[in-house]
């Protein structure tokens, strides 16, 4: 039912910037763009979210293109701490419909 | 204080046995949710409730049955367990129903044997 599109897997340099891609090409003009992550036997934990306009907390910033039909999830300084699995979701009335996310391994 | 606090943490029982997750909120907010996730790592939301009353009911089977007592808590009572019940069951909670973020607790573990 996910209506998002991201990369199975991706590997990030300790310190380096990790951007996490999602494609949601099918996203109407109410839905907002959400990112969640999970940690290891962790319940999800909320990043960050927006509609059209870049957004960022202390946590990361999140980049939606201008047609919003993809966004980019940065973490400026990723830190070991970051692996996780991180979920792009296009809220779907109201629910929030995880897809399988991007397994993000931060490396020393 | 644990914002959204589940308890037990982990639960073993037998085919057949009938049990119950707690669920607790300090954060204040109206809608709390169930949802479960599988051995794939799957997270589908099953209920969620508003002011206690429930919005959403995703085709769960009827042994499943939510009760929120007062809109701080959701429990979950899950009658004549099966093998494929097994899987880690989260709470959640958020302040609305729509474009709110989710608080999320720490999971129980549920094993059928």
């Known amino acids: ?108 | 204080d644990t914002a959204v606090s589940q308890t037990p943490k982990y639960l073993v029982t037998q085919m057949g046995n009938d049990k119950s997750i707690k669920c607790e909120q300090n954060l204040g907010h109206d809608t709390m949710y169930w949802y479960k996730q599988d051995s794939k790592k799957f997270l589908k939301i099953m209920f969620s409730y508003n002011n206690k009353e429930l919005i959403i009911n995703e085709t769960v089977p009827n042994r499943f049955s939510p009760k929120s007592p007062d809109k701080a808590h959701l429990n979950l009572h899950i009658n004549s367990l099966e093998l494929g019940d097994s899987a880690v069951y989260f709470c959640a909670s958020s302040q609305g129903r729509a474009n709110e973020k989710l608080f999320f607790g720490s999971g129980t573990q549920l094993s059928v044997l």
Request: overall charge neutral; some cysteine; proline content about 6%.
């Open chain 1, 1 to 108: 039912d996910a209506k998002t599109t991201q990369p199975p897997s991706m590997d990030c340099a300790e310190g380096r910037a990790a951007n996490l891609p999602c494609n949601h090409s099918t996203i109407s003009g109410n839905e907002y763009v959400y990112w969640y992550r999970q940690i290891h036997s962790q319940g999800p934990q909320y990043i960050i979210h927006g509609l059209k306009n870049n957004e960022t907390n202390e946590m990361a910033s999140l980049i939606i293109t201008e047609d919003r039909k993809s966004s980019t999830l940065i973490l400026p300084h990723a830190t070991l701490r970051d692996t996780a699995v991180y979920y792009c979701i296009v809220r779907a009335e109201e629910k929030l419909v995880f897809g399988k996310g991007t397994k993000l391994t931060v490396n020393p």
